[in-house]
């Protein structure tokens, strides 16, 4: 297999000035390295921009496991459901598969980059493979439906911290017919409406993301953004993670199964409070949600990042066994 080039992640820029500009139905190329010293640039792109593209998160082989894991949860989906027609959405993913989905939803692009903009407050929402069968011809092109996601609201003319980060690991080359992501740059902050009636239309600021099986795409959840219509042959599949804050709770699954509860207590044994709080278990949001706020948040996420660290270093013994038991298990 060949060797694939460090993760980077793509920036999109535009003119400055509110005015409107003709569709661009290209996704820039220009990226670079995405790693710990990277993160801080990465986020000012992302407050900019409402999203980012980071190119090559997965490998192949993670690609064609992702699209053989849907297929078994569509099928066994099917058979609980006595129905042959196949669902949009597969959830559950960590509870099913959790030798594979634990280093997904933990893979340091992703989790690094998610606390680096929304805190040390990340919570899992939901992890699912989600597919659309092909449609007719003639909606090549079109938009399913304009929306901003859960917890959204119409932007007050600034920057806030996003509530939900969602991101899209598309599982095929996201070709024009296949139906590329659609977003609206800038319109998790600026005041940017849609008419009832244009909510399937084109628009003329909108920015087509064309990436390619490993990428992933994150975007802020008050970001306008829609999928397109797929008229190519087969399903448009795409592996969907979304993080949320630990005071919101989760809303698409209880990540409570036998599995996901041992992730949990061996979490807990190792000292791991980040992924605790990824299952839902964050034993610090009394006193973290509640400190007063007369400093600026990175000054606090530091420390506790410190703490964090520090607490996890009293069972790093503990936790050796555990990466080995569990890298001799893949």
């Given at each position: 297999m060949r ?5 980077c992640l793509v ?11 003709r ?6 190329s220009?990226?670079y ?14 407050r900019?921009?409402g999203?980012?593209?980071?190119r090559q998160v997965f490998?192949d082989r993670?690609?064609e496991l992702f699209r053989?894991?849907r297929?078994a949860?569509v099928r066994d989906?099917c058979?609980?459901n ?9 959830g559950?993913?960590?509870e ?7 280093g ?6 992703l989790l690094d980059?998610?606390?680096?903009i929304m805190g ?6 939901s992890l699912?493979?989600?597919?659309a069968q ?7 092109g ?8 859960r917890f ?5 003319g600034?920057?806030?911290r996003?509530?939900?980060l969602?991101?899209?690991?598309y ?5 024009d ?6 977003v609206i740059?800038?319109s998790?902050r600026?005041?940017v409406?849609?008419a009832d009636?244009?909510v399937?239309h084109?628009?003329?600021e909108e920015?087509?993301?064309r990436?390619h099986?490993?990428d992933v795409v994150a975007?802020h959840?008050?970001l ?6 797929n008229?190519?042959a087969?399903?448009?599949?795409f592996?969907?993670?979304?993080y949320?804050?630990t005071c ?5 699954d209880?990540?409570d ?7 949990a ?7 791991d409070?980040r992924?605790l709080?990824l ?12 400190t007063g706020?007369?400093?600026p948040d990175?000054?606090?996420w530091s420390?506790w990042r410190?703490e964090?660290d ?6 790093s013994n ?7 038991a569990r890298?001799?298990?893949?």
């Amino acid at each position: 297999m060949r060797r694939r080039p460090r993760c980077c992640l793509v920036v999109a820029r535009r003119g400055v000035g509110g005015g409107r500009r003709r569709r661009r139905n290209r996704s820039p190329s220009k990226g670079y390295p995405v790693n710990r010293p990277n993160v801080s640039r990465a986020g000012r792109a992302f407050r900019e921009d409402g999203y980012i593209v980071f190119r090559q998160v997965f490998s192949d082989r993670q690609i064609e496991l992702f699209r053989e894991l849907r297929d078994a949860a569509v099928r066994d989906w099917c058979f609980a459901n006595g129905t042959t027609d196949r669902p949009l959405v597969v959830g559950d993913l960590l509870e099913r598969y959790p030798r594979v989905m634990l280093g997904v939803v933990t893979h340091a692009t992703l989790l690094d980059f998610a606390e680096a903009i929304m805190g040390p407050f990340v919570q899992l929402d939901s992890l699912v493979l989600f597919g659309a069968q092909p449609e007719p011809p003639d909606r090549r092109g079109r938009p399913v439906c304009w929306h901003r996601d859960r917890f959204g609201f119409f932007p007050p003319g600034t920057y806030t911290r996003p509530l939900t980060l969602i991101c899209f690991a598309y599982l095929q080359p996201m070709t024009d017919e296949a139906g590329p992501l659609r977003v609206i740059p800038g319109s998790h902050r600026n005041r940017v409406g849609i008419a009832d009636d244009d909510v399937e239309h084109p628009h003329p600021e909108e920015q087509l993301i064309r990436t390619h099986p490993g990428d992933v795409v994150a975007i802020h959840h008050n970001l306008l953004h829609s999928g397109t219509h797929n008229v190519s042959a087969a399903e448009r599949q795409f592996l969907g993670i979304s993080y949320t804050l630990t005071c919101l709770g989760t809303r698409d699954d209880t990540f409570d199964g036998p599995n996901c509860r041992a992730l949990a207590e061996t979490a807990r044994r190792t000292h791991d409070r980040r992924l605790l709080r990824l299952l839902g278990h964050d034993d610090t949001i009394s006193e973290r949600q509640n400190t007063g706020f007369t400093a600026p948040d990175e000054i606090a996420w530091s420390a506790w990042r410190a703490e964090d660290d520090a607490h996890a270093k009293e069972a790093s013994n503990e936790r050796a066994a555990v990466d080995h038991a569990r890298r001799m298990l893949k």
